[in-house]
């Protein structure tokens, strides 16, 4: 692989410069964003291998190409380990996203105008949940329940509500910046009492989910999507699992039905990642991931931060700055933090006045930090510094004091591989 390297060094500098600086980037940042996290060498370099460039349209043993031999193989083995990692009848490795995945469910269960319950997405919901502007919300006829303004937890009785006024085809759960666990039972449970099938979107939480420590919708629901890159730690790509039943109209949703060609590096590199994900050393992870969350969450309630929902069950807390300053943005806090070293992302918080672009909160996780060995003394030092440099007025010296005991740590904290 280090060959891989010179030749891109020699043949285009220019790219090769910007990698070189983007790893520099994340080598030398605490990355805290929720969905993000570092994959492993043996991930990038599945991911990066000359199976890109094979066609392999249609599924292993039924191609429309030749020499699919090998990348047949891969493909059942990533099958295999995703089926054998979360305890499904069926996987399709093939989405390219987790946009894609929520896709292929969608074209297999609905027609146009037919109507969806899913999360709104200013209570944590996700673009592919029924955004205006998302093909999800153009298509279909949306209708979204949120969480309950005094709990800021999901509102089941409104789902119950919803479900019954409107008796959609399909409810969806799962969110992008929900700190609580999600009752996927309860839910299946609304939907079965309407005539509906339950779609449960783990992006988020596929590395917790597949460790034991988060609630399993496998049992109760009929299609589970989740991203391979964020929790689950793997190549930036969806998977889709289904009851038995569902497997062969899930199958042409997604090729011929959304998809050309399947990125088989990308699925050689889940592969990689679903293995990573059945050894012992990853439910330590995952186990990690959520001390260090809850380590977080007890400093910055102790320093004035209100948290959404008074705390967190996962790998995230999303923060309402307002009580701890009224006149701070989430936008303005995730220029301050990201000045000081610390990578946050700007985040609605459920009924917020502010816009998409200015916000009331920012969305804080601890996945990536615990990929590089961060553990509670280091989370608790970082919460200090996140209260110091919110509370120092943009004060330039004590920012870049913060930033280089930041940068201190990462050295101590190398990424690994
Ligand atoms: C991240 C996310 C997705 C999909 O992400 P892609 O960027 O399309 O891979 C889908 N659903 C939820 C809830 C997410 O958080």
């Not at 298509?139 to 009785?157: A, C, M, P």
């Not at 990853?282 to 007890?298: E, H, P």
């Not at 967190?312 to 936008?331: I, K, P, S, W």
Request: aromatic residues 8%; proline residues 4%; hydrophobic residues 35%.
């Amino acid at each position: 692989m280090l060959g891989y390297w010179k030749y891109l060094e020699n043949s285009d500098p220019e790219i090769y410069g910007l990698i070189q600086r983007e790893e520099h980037r994340q080598q030398s940042m605490l990355e805290m964003i929720a969905s993000e996290n570092h994959a492993s060498p043996a991930v990038l370099v599945a991911a990066g291998s000359c199976l890109t460039n094979k066609y392999a349209e249609g599924l292993p043993g039924r191609r429309y190409y030749g020499g699919c031999e090998h990348v047949d193989d891969v493909e059942t083995l990533a099958i295999n380990r995703c089926k054998k990692l979360f305890g499904c009848d069926h996987a399709n490795v093939q989405p390219h996203s987790g946009t894609q995945a929520n896709m292929a469910v969608y074209f297999s269960q609905l027609k146009p105008g037919d109507t969806v319950l899913a999360m709104d997405l200013a209570h944590g919901g996700h673009l592919s949940h029924g955004f205006r502007l998302n093909f999800s919300g153009n298509l279909y006829n949306f209708v979204s329940y949120g969480v309950k303004r005094d709990t800021e937890t999901i509102d089941y009785d409104q789902i119950a509500t919803l479900a019954k006024e409107h008796k959609p085809k399909l409810i969806v759960c799962g969110a992008s910046a929900y700190p609580r666990t999600i009752d996927f039972e309860k839910i299946a449970e609304i939907a079965k009492e309407n005539g509906a099938k339950v779609l449960a979107d783990i992006a988020h939480i596929a590395g917790l989910v597949c460790t034991g420590f988060h609630m399993d919708p496998i049992p109760c629901c009929e299609f589970v999507t989740s991203t391979t890159h964020k929790t689950l730690r793997g190549p930036r790509a969806g998977t889709v699992m289904c009851k038995a039943e569902y497997a062969k109209s899930i199958n042409s949703a997604v090729f011929p039905g959304m998809q050309g060609g399947p990125l088989c590096h990308v699925i050689a590199a889940k592969a990689v990642a679903f293995a990573e994900a059945l050894r012992p050393d990853f439910k330590t992870y995952a186990k990690q991931i959520i001390t260090n969350c809850q380590v977080l969450a007890d400093e910055l309630t102790s320093k004035g931060f209100r948290l959404c929902s008074g705390g967190t069950d996962n790998h995230l807390v999303l923060v309402d700055l307002r009580q701890y300053n009224a006149e701070l943005t989430g936008a303005m806090a995730e220029t301050l933090l990201h000045d000081a070293g610390i990578v946050v992302n700007k985040n609605l918080i459920p009924y917020d006045t502010r816009s998409a672009q200015e916000t009331s909160g920012v969305r804080i996780g601890t996945p990536a930090l615990t990929t590089r060995g961060l553990k509670e003394e280091h989370i608790k030092q970082i919460a200090n510094w996140i209260d110091k440099v919110l509370s120092s007025g943009g004060d330039e010296k004590i920012i870049s004091n913060v930033r280089n005991e930041t940068a201190e740590l990462c050295r101590q904290f190398p990424i690994p591989g």
